[in-house]
């Protein structure tokens, strides 16, 4: 009949997978548990060593469980694509090369010293053949990206130095699998050839990319823009993210490495913020994917008939790579908290190493058995990553002495948030003090929270661009947010987010300059104050009265400057009146 709905194997899948959605992220976020864990066990219970082994002598089941996880390799290897693009969303450039010795310095020691490590010992104590025992201890080397990058973030010292390391290990996927297909008994003569050809092609579709996309990208997302139509700002930005991952496919390059760049070009227009916004749910929901294909993998009775074994191999994995990550961050000036934080969260493996097994099971390097045995303790190590990360926070605060945050004295009595702990921070904490305002300080940094608890201030660690960090602190009550850091991007990315969750609260910016106060006034903020202008103004005052100039002509002329500013800021920022630049004893 014409209409007529067929309930096709992929159709019962979505169910499966929304259903799941729908329940796991609203009952573990109500238990504050992250559901990374909720949809790994959703993946065991459905899967085909779950539930659905049982369709053949219940029926009904078919409905509610995923017989064939291969369906659904698609969808997670898209939802790793749309991560890997979120991820270049919240980078820029500048900080890419900022981070260039990281990456290609701690980056390729942790992989070549811990791939060539376990494949030594493989080698040696499990009497395996020299490549199968390279290509095991290269998979087992990788960490998960799509696990741990959202719980670490990018922008504290553990996140910053596991995307380095991540980074690096998602460059060197595709000569490692090409390496293992010349290493393979029945490998072609190109092998080599093959791989010089991938990387030749692969440098010439990201040139293309990052010129075409400075050009493009702009001018496509300003259409957008105009029609005033989310759908179509959500087409625009899919079509940019799946473009760029095709192009690099294409020539043998992973898809990740397209949508990294083009998050990184997006990052850099002006239209990012709503980009992000728009892609989040998707986002979310394709991990949602690739985490229930991992717990599909668990077959538990296999498990269970040989726990001693699986618990010993996991267990060794985990930490022989904490210890050797750890020390490797040591050697390079991390300190003792951050080294041991990253240690344990980078030591599980990464559905990475599921595709390097692939691979070096098909090349014949691998057998069978071996790789399934090994897949399965990658399973179980991606399904404790969550756990890793609590005890890696937990180790930081024992081994660094990090005072614990002071019991809340305050009770529910409503305080101004301060984002950051530095110079200007502590300022603004003095004089709320001072005036007996309650307030607590958060930064990202350790460093400078644990000093500012030493000297007396209410600061806790924390950052304040991730998830719900300023909403536990009760900005919804709080008088007044004021942003103290030295980092433009992410000030206004900042204001622009608590402008749009809270709108009438009162935020308070620090600004390098007119042109920047100008930019925070666009994203939302209440005042912005322009430190090199004011203090270009007092420069003024203290030079002319010394050199002679009478005080009233100079005060006279400094708020004449100052109406100035106060103009080019209302045209500039796009308000409906002059801001007030409250920065000034003498205004």
Sequence with gaps: MAGELTFSPFLSDALVILGAAGIVIPVFARFRITPIIGFILIGVLVGPYGLGSLVERIPWLYYVTISDPDRLTPFADFGIVLLLFAIGLELSFNRLWQMRKLVFGLGALELLIIGSSLAAFLGLAGSMDWTG?????????FSSTAIVLPISGTKTPVGRAALSMLLFED??????????????PNAADDGWGGMVTTLWQGGLVIAVLLIAGRLALPRLFAQAARTKSPELFLAASLLVVIGASLATALVG?????????????IAETEYHTEVEQIMEPFKGLALGVFLITVGMSINLFDIGAQIGVFTLAVVSVLAFKAIITGVLLRLMGARRSTAAETGVLMSSPSETTLIVLAAATSALVLDPETARFWQTVTAIGLTVTPVLARLGAMLARQVDGVIAPDADEDGDEPRTIIVGGGRVGRLVADMMRAHGKTYVMID???????????????????DAARGDTLARLGVEAAPAVVLTMDEPVLAQRLVTKLRQSYPDLLIVA?????????????????????ETLESSLQLSEAVLVDIGVAMGPVIASIHAKRDEFREQLERDGGLSEKPKLRTSTTS
Aim: hydrophobic share 60%; net charge positive; no cysteine.
């Design 510 to 530: 620090r600004a390098r300059d007119t042109d920047h106060a100008a930019a925070m006034y666009r994203a939302g903020a209440s005042h912005a104050v322009p």
């Design 253 to 265: 390059l992973s898809p990740i490495v397209g949508a990294l760049i083009a998050g990184l070009l």
């Design 133 to 141: 025992a390279l290509a095991l201890g290269f998979a087992l080397a």
């Design 171 to 184: 460059i060197m996927i595709v000569p490692i699998i090409f390496i293992l297909g010349a290493l393979a």
């Design 444 to 462: 990202a940094n350790p460093d400078l929270i644990t000093e500012a608890k030493r000297d007396g201030y209410r600061a806790i660690f924390g």
